[in-house]
């Protein structure tokens, strides 16, 4: 079947700048597209009355571990090491699902078409600190 992390299932519609309330929706993990190593990929749901859905894509990489850092670092679990991951060779869904954080959002252009995609992940906490935070459109925390 089609792939549900796909962005024909999450075109990832084009909102303001900015940080959103948001929860992991659904996660898999897959190989990448050249199947060189294996990517841990998280839906993020937004909350409020747009409801839109985000991808957030951690190759297991060096350079983008910090990727899954940054989720880790947002609900409280320990930093992921690649050997660590390697090892273990599963991921376990179940910390990660329903878990709430801070999404920052910001415009991209796709194949001449406008989306908004996630440029980083924060702890909840962080939200009075983040300026702008709460506006109209925003989440209510």
Partial sequence: GMNRFSLKYHP???VKRGFYLASIDDLGVSQSRHGAYPMITFLFKTAGSAQN?????VPLTE???HKLTQ???AI???TPSLAGLKAQGALDSGPYLGSNMLVHLAPDQY????RS???EIRPLSQAKMIAGII???GPSL
């Fill in 117 to 119: 995609i996630i440029t």
């Fill in 76 to 78: 409280g679990l320990p």
């Fill in 63 to 65: 350079e983008d571990i």
């Fill in 71 to 73: 989720v880790h670092q």
């Fill in 53 to 57: 859905t985000y991808l957030w894509r």
């Fill in 111 to 114: 194949q001449s078409k406008w």
């Fill in 12 to 14: 990832q519609p084009k």
């Fill in 135 to 137: 506006e109209d459109e």
